[in-house]
């Protein structure tokens, strides 16, 4: 049994964990100079109303934005997010309101759909200029 399955991932959850492992290796052996976090942007562990819809209020308040893309990358010339989504997903109207608003400011924004791609985007963006392959736990 994987990890992914032991710590029962579901298959986006899979794929940013991976990520992680791949971000932590690459910022030690300089593969990507800079720093690259996932947002915790999600808005709780389930439960029913009143205290749901105020868990969501607080975090709101507190700078939670719906759409909000998963990764933020950061280097000495420039910046990117990337949201991931597993196979057959797609962006949700946040997510596509985010994305839109990102084009028009001139922000890097991509959708991945595995470390593969996220490593492409990172070559392409100029953030690394080779990609350390790896065995995914």
Not at 44 to 68: S, W
Not at 74 to 84: A, K, Q, R, T
Request: charged letters at 20%; one cysteine or more.
């Amino acid at each position: 049994m994987g990890v992914c399955a032991r710590m029962k991932l579901g298959p986006e959850d899979c794929i940013s964990a991976t990520v992680a492992d791949w971000v932590r290796l690459a910022m030690v052996n300089g593969t990507f100079n800079g720093i690259a976090f996932h947002v915790a942007n999600e808005s709780g562990q389930g439960g029913a109303g009143h205290a749901v819809r105020l868990r969501q209020a607080k975090k709101r308040r507190i700078g939670m934005m719906p759409g909000a893309p998963d990764w933020v990358f950061s280097w000495s010339d420039g910046h990117g997010f990337i949201e991931l989504k597993a196979a057959g997903g797609s962006l949700n109207p946040s997510q596509i309101a985010v994305r839109d608003r990102c084009e028009r400011c001139g922000i890097r924004y991509a959708v991945c759909r595995s470390l593969e791609d996220v490593q492409a985007v990172l070559i392409e963006w100029g953030a690394i200029t080779r990609a350390h392959r790896f065995a995914a736990a």
